[in-house]
T-cell receptor
Framework: DAGVIQSPRHEVTEMGQEVTLRCKPISGHNSLFWYRQTMMRGLELLIYFNNNVPIDDSGMPEDRFSAKMPNASFSTLKIQPSEPRDSAVYFC??????????FGPGTRLTVT | RKEVEQDPGPFNVPEGATVAFNCTYSNSASQSFFWYRQDCRKEPKLLMSVYSSGNEDGRFTAQLNRASQYISLLIRDSKLSDSATYLCYSSYKLIFGSGTRLLVRP
């Protein structure tokens, strides 16, 4: 298996633009996590899906963020409109249950 | 107070040394804990589970102390390749500590 796949690996965008991050979990895993990491705040949970259903989205910062998991093999995290404070590394992780077992390589987002 | 707290370090130790990190948690409802390691500019990787009875995996030992509400990670015979940031994780609210940085020098 190729592991958890994330795209793009790097994204540079201007403030106000829409950003879409993508994640393909490991086949057969039924839990998917989106985390954000910054130097100041560390690793923060954004949202947790189980069997494609959002279970915990309490970490989603505000209405500008939305996440979907239309099927077991794909998830997206969308930011609209993006702001400089959204600059971070966004990780997707998958597993059979808690804890997140395998992380993807991350998407490094820079909003200017 | 943060839900899960770690000393950021860095812990700077010579090869072969034994080093231990702690991670304190504030909510007694927390049941399951894990340790991860994260290399610079890489993704976190699950290292091991933490049990009250202790969990040993080679040179690594993880322990949970419920009475004092902390977990620990002990690394024996440190290797250069152990240099990384070690993150504790609590299944209660699915949260990570901020990490402890370990530097193992020759």
């Amino acid at each position: 298996d190729a592991g958890v796949i994330q795209s793009p690996r790097h994204e540079v965008t201007e403030m106000g633009q829409e950003v879409t991050l993508r994640c393909k979990p490991i086949s057969g895993h039924n839990s998917l996590f989106w985390y954000r990491q910054t130097m100041m705040r560390g690793l923060e949970l954004l949202i947790y899906f189980n069997n494609n259903v959002p279970i915990d989205d309490s970490g989603m910062p505000e209405d500008r963020f939305s996440a979907k998991m239309p099927n077991a093999s794909f998830s997206t995290l969308k930011i609209q409109p993006s702001e400089p404070r959204d600059s971070a590394v966004y990780f997707c992780a998958s597993s059979f249950a808690d804890p997140p077992q395998y992380f993807g390589p991350g998407t490094r987002l820079t909003v200017t | 107070r943060k839900e899960v707290e770690q000393d950021p370090g860095p812990f700077n130790v010579p090869e072969g040394a034994t080093v231990a990190f702690n991670c304190t948690y504030s909510n007694s409802a927390s049941q399951s804990f894990f340790w991860y390691r994260q290399d610079c500019r890489k993704e976190p990787k699950l290292l091991m589970s933490v049990y009250s009875s202790g969990n040993e995996d080679g040179r690594f030992t993880a322990q949970l102390n419920r009475a004092s509400q902390y977990i620990s990670l002990l690394i024996r015979d440190s290797k250069l390749s152990d240099s990384a940031t070690y993150l504790c994780y609590s299944s209660y609210k699915l949260i990570f500590g901020s990490g402890t940085r370990l530097l193992v020098r020759p």
